[in-house]
């Protein structure tokens, strides 16, 4: 029997990591999360940056196209200390960001933009899901 996985673009912090995977495992019922992390990987995503973007892809290729991931997510948190900004900043980077991985064409269902605030609850910002 396959295992179910999802795929989620996170910041290094160490204290975003089990609220998001709770998050992802509890509401797309799947059993493992991928993770793929940078330091302020909301603002990482937004800049459209050619490297980053080009790493990025290849390795959510390998979620998607080894693991079958259907679901990819973008985090962006409170108190990032690679991307000190405010929480409207914030927003508005984890909506750019979740359009430009809606571009990239993975062959997954869901894309989801989350933000996790300061009592480390996570919070949807955007959300497309496959027609």
């Not at 990482?44 to 693991?67: C, M, Q, T």
């Amino acid at each position: 029997m396959r295992k179910s996985f999802g795929t989620v673009l996170n910041c290094i912090d160490g204290r975003t990591q089990i609220p998001v995977i709770n998050w992802i495992k509890e509401n797309f019922n799947v059993e493992y999360v991928d993770l793929i992390t940078e330091p302020g990987m909301d603002k990482i995503v937004s800049e459209g940056n050619p490297f980053y973007s080009s790493r990025l892809k290849d390795k959510i290729n390998i979620s998607v196209k080894a693991h079958k991931s259907k679901i990819i997510g973008l985090v962006g948190h409170y108190d990032c200390a690679a991307n000190p900004v405010d929480a409207e900043v914030h927003y508005k980077q984890i909506e750019e960001a979740t359009n430009l991985i809606k571009n990239w064409n993975f062959s997954v269902d869901t894309i989801v933009g989350l933000w996790v605030d300061e009592f480390w609850e996570v919070h949807v910002i955007s959300l497309y899901k496959r027609i």
